[in-house]
């Protein structure tokens, strides 16, 4: 994470890792569907502080597919900058997300 992130306390602002969450959340969807929205984070827990320097990794996982939506839990781990080199859970979120149409528009997901 960079300087740029952070907010007055020195870590990086909780807006940065839900965008990075929903990123995350939305490819592991890509298997199933070849395009989604967010419809909702039912939940996003902040462990612990993100650093500047921490090497942020994002771990997805499909919990959920219903006949349109698709629910993915993320883990974030972080490698701290000047830390032992072991990964800290420093946040977790269960999103939801859509199958759409081109236009935008609810569609059921294709049978894999």
Same mark, same amino acid.
């Given at each position: 994470m960079l300087p740029r992130d952070t907010n007055a306390h020195g870590t990086i602002f909780g807006g940065i890792l839900l965008a990075y969450l929903d990123q995350a959340g939305a490819n592991a !969807? %890509?298997?199933h569907?070849? %395009?989604v929205v967010t419809v909702k984070m !039912?939940?996003?827990v902040f462990h612990a502080p993100v650093? @500047?320097?921490d090497v942020v990794s994002f771990y997805a996982r499909i919990t959920r597919i219903g006949t349109s939506s698709i629910t993915v839990h993320v883990d974030v781990e972080a490698e701290r900058w000047r830390g032992d080199g072991l990964? @800290?859970?420093v946040t977790?979120?269960?999103i939801v997300y859509v199958n759409v149409d081109p236009r935008g528009r609810p569609c059921p997901i294709p049978p894999r």
């Open positions: !969807t %890509r298997a569907c070849e %395009r !039912t939940e996003v650093l @500047v320097g990964p @800290v859970k977790e979120a269960e």
